[in-house]
Structure formats: structure tokens, C-alpha cells
């Protein structure tokens, strides 16, 4: 499998996590099927549909590659089938989700430059790709976004999507500066579930979802 | 009355429909006449507003075209000096909501191929244009949007949408293939309300609103 | 200081208050530190990143000029470091809050007319650059937009941006209409504030937050 291969495969996976994170989560709250699916698929396309829009990439490609349509029917489909599976493939989900993280906030980074706008805009929009969805998601299921509560999450991407700008701005060769910043972002997101990192928080705040 | 006018009268009264659902919501709530305009005219247009934002077709139409904003005018002053009416003629109110849903459904999907976009694309834009100001209203005034939870609404917009693509695809006449994709989506709508069909569900879940 | 340095210092001095009214939700709704950061900039920017959207100026000018980040993290260590010293300043912010709202609602009906589009979108993207930040804070922390539920402030930038408006279509010299629409504006806002206006309401409704 070369390297391009290998890109494409991860970015499936990491998709098709983002999508099951969707599903569980409309399934959980007691959604009917229309709406398992359109929660899972507003995670897997979320956060490239507003960067898209926002760097004028019209129509943004989540409404336009059937393959984000077809995760989030996968996604539906096992959820709702085989939840008790779903519940047992919990821990590799995690990895892929951190996986979709990484490559959400590399490759959104890149696609803003490749457009020709600045490096706070590629940054910016780098962290939209990778926690947009998610955001779309808990607002749709009206609750505040996780990634705002706690966990290193978002500021993961922001790592992420950080390096890959500031290596481009830097010279850096295209396909190693992108492994490193999905490497830095995957593996920040990791370490801070392995020893439950978080950031601070400033007062004792409304915890309930 | 000719086909075109008979059209333009339908989305009137469509769109009229969509604001009284979200003047009646919003003074329910107990928001002041503004939050009330607000909620109505976000209805009215706020589906073919991110339809229009996704396809390129700046500015929105829902902000350039007054009829949106007189509908939810209308619709606003009505439901606050007149509720008891409102709730008396909330049957063909109904109605004209389904009316609504299935064209703007289908003139949503429409629009997005005129645009030269794709099949997939169309489908989708299509479910958002019918869908999306309810989902605004929703969100607005902090509530998992109704159409996720139960009900033919989303997935009768869908079969309208599907249906009016397919027909343009397989080359259908275009007057023909529009009035059965409309009549489909509205009867499908219908007789969902009457026999109170609705999308299985998977757990127990939160009911309330 | 002359006209425009006045402009530009108190666009800065609004984006700032902004961005301390969504730093101070934030904080007080318990989210981390890139929460409280997320929240601020949604605050100082989210309004004009919805205007630039839909007038097609992309990327939005919230994402490229680094003013509105310094402000969002500028107001964020303030109220991290220092709250008891931001709820002394309340007063003060509450009237660069005013005139944050006076001076979004009038730019950003200019900033839509210069684009070549109409009065009436004109109009509404005034009132959506002021208070669209706003409304995505409400949004974002789970609670119905303060906008929609109470006070004159909505209507208020609603009165700027038709002023502007309607002065660039009567013929009104250009910096004299903005400095009348932006004055009524926060006029109005500043005796709302003062006597306690508010618009009326029609129900019962839910008043919490």
C-alpha cells in the first residue's frame, strides 16, 4: 500500500468513526431512523461543509462524494443492527476517531491554503473540519458541544493543523510536514485519553449534558 | 388560472404555512414580536438561505426577495392578534405546511441542478431546503429539531427530491416529472399524518421536547 | 484623532466587549479554556462570518484579520485572570457592548450594499453582523438566543441599519448618514437600557434560560 493509499484508507476509517460517534449518539437520545442517519452523516461532512462554504468551495464536497453519504448509511446500518457490537467496538472507535481528527484538521488546513488564503484563515478552518461535526451534532441533540466542556480535543486539531501551516510557511516537504502534523495531533489526542488530560476550567460551571 | 401561477400561489401559501409554524412556536415560548418575525422569517426562508449558500447562488434569495419577509409579517401578526383564529384554522394550515414542504422540496432540487451540480448534491439540497428553516426554528429555541423524532416529514421531502432527479436523469418532461414528485411527496406526507405512520425507533430515549 | 481613526478604535473597543460578554457565558457555564476562547471569538466575529457568507466575500474577514482573534483572546485571559475585575468593568463593557451592536449593524449594511446587492438584504445583514455573535453564543451554550426573548436590542441595530440604508438611497453624504445611524442606534439602545424597554411578549412562555 503506498502512501497515497494509505492516506485515502485512513481517512475512510476516521470518517466512518466520525459517523458511528453520530449514529450511537441520535440512537442514545431516541432519534427514528431518519434521524440516526442524518446525524451521522452531519458528523462525517459537518465541519467540511462550513469550511467549504467558507473558503468558497461551493457545493462543499460532503454533498457531493458519495462516499461521506455512504459511512454515515454504514454507520446507521451497524448501530441500529448490531448496537451491542457497536458497544464492544467502542475502544477501536476511539482510535479512529482520533485518527478522523488528525487528518480532518491536516488536510483542512491544507485545502485552505491550496485556495490561496492566509495562515490563520488555513488554521482556523483546519480545527472547523476536525470538530465541526461535532459540534453540528450536540447542537442538533441540544446539548453544549463536548469539545467546549472538556478533554483535549479540539486542541488537538489546533496542534495539528498549527504544524502543518507553519511547516508550509516554512519550506517544509508537502508529504513529510503532513505526517508529522497528523502524527502530533493523533498522538497529543491519545496520550490525553490514556491519562485523562484536560484543560482548566474556572468556576464550578453546569456539568449535566 | 395557468400551471406557472397556480405554482407561484402554491409556494405563497407554502411558505406562509412554514412562518405561521414558527410564529406560533416562538410566542409560545413566550419570545417578544421580535424573537416572533424572527422565528417566522428563519422558517420561511432559512432552508433555501443554506441551499443557496451551499450552491454558490449569493446572496440567498430568502434575503433578497420581500415576499419571504412579508410571509413572515403576515404570519407574525396574525398569530399575535388573532391565536384564536390561528388555532382554529390550524388544519389548513397543515395542509398548506405539506404543500410547502413537498415544493420547496422539489424547486429545491431543481435549482441545485439548473446550478450544474450533481445528482447527489440535489437530493440533499432539496431535503434541506424543505427541512432546514424547521431545523432552524428548532435549534433557536432550544429543542432537538422535531423532524429528527418522529413523524414522515424529512423522509416524505426525500421521496420528492429522489423522485424529481430521477425523473430529470431518465429524461422526463419537466413539467410532468415536477408535478408528480410534488403530488408524491405531499400525498406521502399526508397519508403519514392521517395514519400516523412514523420512522421505527431504536431505544428508549428522551421524549420530551 | 480624526474620523476614521475614531472609527477603527471604536470598532475595536466593540469587537472587545463582544468578545467579553461570550468569554463571561462561557466561564460561567463552566467550559475550559478553549471553550472560553471558542466562545469569545464566536461572540467577535460569528455575525460578520455569517454576513460574508452570504454576500460571497470569502474567506469571511472574521477568519483572516487577526484583530477579532486578539480581541477573543485578549477578553479571554481577562476573564480567566482577572473575573473579579471584569465584573467591576460590567458597566463600561455593557456600553461598548452598545456600541459594538451601533457600529457591526451599520457596517455591515455598507458593507452589503457596497457589494452591489439590495436595500433589503442590506438591511437584515446589518442586523445579522450584530447580533448574529450573539445568537451563536445562546446557541452554542444551550439556552434560547437572549436576542429573541427580551430588551431593545435587535431592534435597535435593526434602526442603524435601515437609517444607513435608507440614507444611501435618499442621497445623504456618506459619513454623515453613518455617524446619524450609528448614533440612533446606540441611542436607542442606551435609553432601553437606561428606562428599562423592552418589547411585548404574547404568552405565559418559558423564561428560563
Redesign the interface.
Known sequence: MNGHRLFTALDLAGTFAFAISGAVA???????????V??AFAVACGGG?VRD????A???VG??D?RY?AAALAASLLT?SA?AMVVRISHPVIIFDSIGLALFAVTGAQK?MILG??A??AV??GVVTAVGGG?VRD???????I????EIY??AA?VGAAIEVAGERLGWLSIGRTWVAVASCFALRCLALRYKW??????????SP
Chains 1, 2, 3 share one sequence.
Open positions: 441520535a440512537r442514545d437520545r431516541g432519534l427514528d431512523w431518519f434521524g440516526v442524518a446525524i461543509v462554504v467558507c473558503i468558497g461551493v457545493p462543499p454533498l457531493t458519495w453519504l441500529i448496537h485552505t488564503h492566509d490563520e484563515a482556523l478552518l459540534v447542537v442538533l441533540l441540544n446539548r453544549v458541544p469539545i467546549l466542556r472538556r479540539a486542541s489546533l484536560s484543560l482548566p476550567r474556572f468556576s464550578g460551571g453546569d456539568d
